[in-house]
């Protein structure tokens, strides 16, 4: 018989104990994540407690993030032990837990009576409609929807923090297993510490959407960055008529003051695409590029435990509207083994939370590294399709291979392109995994150097290392927050 229950001595925690053998092995086994303990016992009893938290990446250890656990307890021959009976939701004070047939279920430290339509709408009707008085000097920022904290908002923080350390930063987190920047306050989604800072911060910094019926007070200001140069079409501009997506994409970027674009080129997309026409848009680089002209990707090659003078493969394709998943066209372990390489392989932001991570030897998935900057910045190659990356990577000038079996159907019937990327790519373009390999392994993309430079010439003009100044010195120059 197996028994459980959940504590807070040191930290949440699942307390597994039983009769008889002490297992072998005890884990709880995520999507993402994955943690085990040691069995302690003298043969006719044993204990096992499992902390509901880790590190990553070499940083700070944190809660676990939101998802569903299998707990697994095995003898020394490899056979299951019965799971433990049930353990109802428990507050932990950073998550909430249940246990239920051996499945252990994590989510964010939401208060229940919160965790509803209704209670959501009294969050809404206390914070989101107060009068347009008190702001706070503060910024709320938002990163892919809180699944992490990255990209330009994560530049636009630090360059924040730099040169006025007394400004208030929020950051908006599905859960506490993100990890924020140094002196930043996360907020947990949907809790009333997230609605009434969303409400009271003077300046919103966001990547995407916003969301959860977001009104922007008066006095408020929303800076847009968004989150890539588009090849694949857009909001508007995707294929097929539907009135419901025209309406929503008219309503969201109302919502918006400032939109950032990389290029010139990106600032024309993306003003048609949202319909965010004599309104302005900032042309100043991204600044989530800054670190492939400026930073040192030796910390970030420790903290993967990649040795120095390995050879790294970055896979960075793009997501599918017809797939939750990322797309299955390479099989990591053997480009790591036929290219002598270690491969990171990293899904879109929207293959986080279905997928799960690939393994393999040499082969390391980092869907759930914090910024996907720091990966381009130590890629010696970078593969992908359609995927925005496109548009960062080539900063550092390193060699791009486009892997694109699916080419038709995506831009005939997917999403469609803005530009014929054949005629463009600044690098191979093949379909299958041994047309990489082959191009992999003959190293030699010289023939492409024109189109590169020319490509450069295009989309990284302003990526010059100090995109981030130069956004926030207009920051405060506006007067959207006081320095």
């Given at each position: 018989?197996?028994?459980?229950?959940?504590?807070?001595?040191?930290?949440?925690?699942?307390?597994?104990?039983?009769?008889?053998?002490r297992?072998?092995?005890v884990?709880?086994?995520?999507?993402?994540?994955?943690?085990?303990?040691?069995?302690?016992?003298r043969?006719?009893?044993?204990?096992?407690?499992?902390?509901?938290r880790?590190?990553r990446?070499g940083?700070?250890?944190?809660?676990?993030?939101?998802?569903?656990?299998?707990?697994?307890?095995?003898?020394e021959?490899g056979?299951?032990?019965?799971?433990?009976?049930?353990?109802?939701?428990?507050?932990?004070?950073?998550?909430?837990a249940?246990?239920?047939?051996?499945?252990?279920?994590?989510?964010?430290?939401?208060?229940?009576?919160?965790?509803?339509?209704?209670?959501?709408?009294?969050?809404?009707?206390?914070?989101a409609?107060?009068?347009?008085?008190?702001?706070?000097?503060?910024v709320f920022?938002?990163?892919?929807?809180?699944?992490?904290a990255?990209?330009n908002?994560?530049?636009i923080?630090?360059?924040?923090?730099?040169?006025?350390?007394?400004?208030?930063?929020?950051?908006?987190?599905?859960?506490?297993?993100?990890?924020?920047?140094?002196?930043?306050?996360?907020?947990?989604?949907?809790t009333p510490?997230?609605?009434?800072?969303?409400?009271a911060?003077?300046?919103?910094?966001v990547?995407?959407w916003?969301?959860?019926?977001?009104?922007r007070?008066?006095?408020?200001?929303?800076?847009?960055?968004?989150?890539?140069?588009?090849?694949?079409?857009?909001?508007?501009?995707?294929?097929?008529?539907?009135?419901?997506?025209?309406?929503?994409?008219a309503?969201?970027?109302?919502?918006?003051?400032?939109?950032?674009?990389?290029?010139?080129?990106a600032?024309?997309?993306?003003?048609?695409?949202?319909?965010f026409?004599?309104?302005?848009?900032?042309?100043?680089?991204?600044?989530?590029?800054?670190?492939?002209?400026?930073?040192d990707?030796?910390?970030?090659?420790?903290?993967?435990?990649?040795?120095?003078?390995?050879?790294?493969?970055?896979?960075?394709?793009t997501?599918?509207?017809?797939?939750?998943?990322?797309?299955?066209?390479?099989?990591?372990?053997?480009?790591?083994?036929?290219?002598?390489?270690?491969?990171?392989?990293?899904?879109?932001?929207?293959?986080?939370?279905?997928?799960?991570?690939?393994?393999?030897?040499?082969?390391?998935d980092?869907?759930?590294?914090?910024?996907?900057?720091?990966?381009?910045?130590?890629?010696?190659?970078?593969?992908?399709?359609?995927?925005?990356?496109?548009?960062?990577?080539?900063?550092t000038?390193?060699?791009?291979y486009f892997?694109?079996p699916?080419?038709?159907?995506?831009?005939?019937?997917?999403?469609?392109?803005?530009?014929d990327?054949?005629?463009?790519?600044?690098?191979?373009?093949?379909?299958?995994?041994?047309?990489?390999?082959?191009?992999?392994?003959?190293?030699?993309?010289s023939?492409?150097?024109?189109?590169y430079?020319?490509?450069?010439?295009?989309?990284?003009?302003?990526?010059?290392?100090?995109?981030?100044?130069?956004?926030?010195a207009?920051?405060?120059?506006?007067?959207?927050?006081?320095?």
């Amino acid at each position: 018989m197996t028994d459980a229950r959940f504590t807070t001595e040191g930290g949440p925690a699942l307390v597994l104990s039983g009769v008889g053998e002490r297992p072998a092995s005890v884990e709880i086994v995520g999507a993402r994540a994955r943690v085990a303990a040691r069995a302690t016992g003298r043969g006719k009893t044993w204990k096992a407690t499992l902390p509901l938290r880790a590190a990553r990446w070499g940083g700070p250890e944190l809660p676990l993030p939101s998802g569903p656990y299998e707990v697994r307890i095995a003898d020394e021959e490899g056979g299951g032990i019965r799971p433990p009976k049930a353990v109802p939701l428990t507050q932990l004070g950073t998550l909430r837990a249940t246990l239920e047939e051996g499945t252990l279920l994590i989510g964010p430290p939401m208060d229940p009576a919160y965790d509803s339509g209704e209670g959501q709408d009294a969050l809404e009707r206390r914070y989101a409609t107060r009068p347009a008085t008190g702001f706070e000097n503060a910024v709320f920022f938002e990163s892919f929807y809180g699944r992490n904290a990255s990209c330009n908002p994560l530049a636009i923080d630090r360059e924040i923090a730099r040169r006025a350390p007394g400004v208030t930063r929020y950051w908006s987190v599905v859960d506490l297993s993100v990890a924020v920047p140094e002196g930043a306050i996360p907020v947990v989604e949907g809790t009333p510490e997230w609605w009434r800072a969303r409400g009271a911060a003077r300046l919103l910094v966001v990547n995407d959407w916003l969301r959860r019926r977001f009104a922007r007070r008066k006095g408020q200001v929303v800076l847009q960055t968004w989150h890539g140069t588009p090849l694949k079409r857009l909001a508007l501009h995707r294929p097929g008529f539907d009135p419901r997506r025209m309406a929503a994409v008219a309503r969201e970027s109302r919502r918006w003051n400032v939109l950032l674009a990389q290029n010139p080129y990106a600032a024309r997309i993306l003003s048609k695409a949202y319909a965010f026409l004599a309104r302005p848009v900032w042309i100043e680089g991204y600044p989530r590029n800054d670190v492939l002209t400026r930073g040192d990707g030796t910390p970030t090659r420790e903290a993967l435990g990649i040795r120095p003078g390995e050879r790294v493969i970055l896979y960075a394709p793009t997501w599918r509207d017809d797939r939750d998943q990322i797309v299955d066209f390479v099989d990591p372990a053997a480009l790591a083994a036929k290219t002598d390489a270690v491969v990171l392989v990293r899904g879109h932001s929207r293959t986080l939370l279905p997928g799960r991570d690939a393994e393999g030897p040499r082969v390391i998935d980092v869907t759930g590294f914090p910024d996907t900057s720091l990966l381009l910045l130590v890629a010696d190659a970078l593969v992908t399709d359609y995927s925005s990356v496109m548009f960062d990577f080539s900063v550092t000038g390193k060699p791009m291979y486009f892997l694109v079996p699916d080419i038709e159907h995506y831009r005939g019937e997917l999403r469609g392109f803005y530009f014929d990327l054949a005629a463009h790519a600044p690098g191979p373009m093949v379909r299958t995994q041994e047309e990489l390999v082959a191009a992999l392994e003959a190293g030699d993309t010289s023939a492409y150097a024109e189109r590169y430079s020319l490509w450069r010439e295009k989309f990284n003009a302003r990526d010059d290392g100090h995109a981030a100044e130069r956004v926030v010195a207009r920051i405060f120059d506006q007067g959207f927050i006081e320095s």
